[in-house]
């Protein structure tokens, strides 16, 4: 869970992380919200990125 109460993207990167595979969970990518769909994961970095005001769901 990568919550973010900025109003500008932001992203964490947990370089522990890197390497692993993670994907916004099917719940929120396929809701509504159509502001949430645009969290990201970066698999070479470990960097999540959340839109402002966002709580996003990644699972593995």
Not at 40 to 45: A, D, E, I, R
Request: without cysteine; hydrophobic residues 35%.
């Amino acid at each position: 869970v990568v919550l973010n109460a900025t109003p500008d993207r932001q992203e964490q990167r947990i370089t522990e992380l890197a390497g692993d595979t993670y994907r916004l969970h099917p719940v929120q990518a396929a809701g509504a919200d159509q502001v949430v769909t645009e969290a990201t994961y970066t698999k070479g970095t470990g960097t999540f990125e959340v839109p402002g005001r966002s709580v996003a769901v990644f699972k593995r």
